[in-house]
């Protein structure tokens, strides 16, 4: 039977004419369902859904676009409407608590069977939805306690190499330092020895010693060689320092470890044969030794606080062998071997 709304033509024969025409909703099955909103829903109603299983929220919804007519109307409502998203949220309209009715609806066993497989179909997803979270929950229980484990072993192996490094940084600055009072005694052991050959072996006749009265330095002149001594040393190792300070690099660091080793072989091979003349003499534009140590002008400058001199126009290094002093190339070659082998050399205020 055709219908004519404001000049358009439906034929309400077929199903979605007949819905659209009628103002209800079609189903899955492509049946039309007749959709009544209702101002209130029946408290009963909504007790005996609750009592088969289906949510409050669930319950009234279907009651409220059912008609609020029967359980029937309501459960196959939900059948209908059970993967809806909204199927749960809660509508618009209070319950009505019919006092004067207490009498069971009447359900048939076809609906009972109905709403009994919604229910344990409900009751089945919720159990699933439970199981889902509680396996979410722990994993990320597992997930955050890896993570706090693994942040744990990183600080506590942060904290183990610090506590490493300051140990071996206190040890090196104890040997340093017990290998500088050594320096120190030794040189004043060597002053002391140096005294006494000029006194003069004891048991000579008084004229002997009235003799060498003249040539006997005082015990002021000592005290002064002894501090020019320790001056020297502390200058060259401050030569040192200002090498490896300034040279921080990688590439840099290489430079400067065999900058150190080249001038340690200089002062060993004069220390062992001092009379040797090719030990005391350096040509300063050899390319070997301009390359390793004529790039650092501190290099130069320890040298010749080991008693080289500049020579034939500034071309050679000369140690005359009367300059040679044992002490100071002693003292050279333990501060040489301490700059070697002691990683933080030079990375300190010479005051620390």
């Known amino acids: 039977m055709p219908v004519i709304i404001s000049a358009f033509v439906f034929d309400i024969s077929t199903p979605f004419h007949r819905c659209f025409c009628l103002g209800i909703s079609e189903n899955k099955k492509g049946d039309c369902k007749l959709e009544m909103e209702v101002e209130e829903v029946n408290k009963k109603l909504v007790d005996e859904l609750e009592g088969m299983g289906f949510p409050l929220s669930r319950a009234m919804r279907a009651l409220y676009y059912s008609g609020n007519s029967s359980l029937e109307d309501a459960i196959n409502w939900i059948v209908d409407h059970e993967d809806d998203s909204d199927i749960d949220q809660m509508p618009p309209v209070p319950l009505k608590i019919e006092i004067n009715d207490f009498e069971a609806s009447c359900v048939s066993e076809e609906v009972k069977l109905t709403a009994q497989k919604l229910r344990a179909k409900l009751q089945k997803r919720n159990k699933q939805d439970d199981m889902k979270t509680v396996s979410s929950r722990e994993k990320e229980r597992i997930r955050v306690g890896k993570e706090l484990q693994e942040a744990k072993k990183i600080a506590e192996e942060n904290e183990r190499k610090r506590s490493l490094a300051r140990n071996i940084f206190i040890a090196l600055r104890k040997a340093e330092k017990e290998e500088e009072n050594r320096a120190r005694e030794r040189i004043r052991q060597k ?162």
């Open 191 to 352: 002053l002391q020895q140096d005294k006494a050959e000029r006194r003069g072996t004891p048991g000579l006749p008084l004229q002997n010693h009235a003799s060498l009265k003249t040539n006997t330095p005082t015990v002021q002149e000592n005290k002064e060689i002894g501090a020019n001594l320790t001056t020297k040393v502390d200058l060259m190792r401050e030569c040192l320092r200002s090498i490896r300070r300034y040279n921080k690099d990688d590439d840099d660091d290489i430079k400067v470890k065999r900058a150190f080793e080249t001038l340690l072989i200089y002062v060993r091979n004069v220390a062992r044969d001092p009379d040797e003349d090719k030990f005391r003499k350096i040509r300063l534009s050899n390319p070997a030794f301009k390359e390793r140590v004529g790039i650092f002008e501190q290099g130069v400058k320890f040298l010749e606080l080991c008693g080289f001199e500049r020579v034939e126009g500034g071309e050679y290094l000369l140690l005359p062998r009367d300059r040679f002093d044992t002490a100071v190339f002693n003292s050279a070659g333990n501060i040489l071997q301490s700059a070697i082998t002691n990683p933080i050399f030079g990375l300190l205020s010479p005051q620390e």
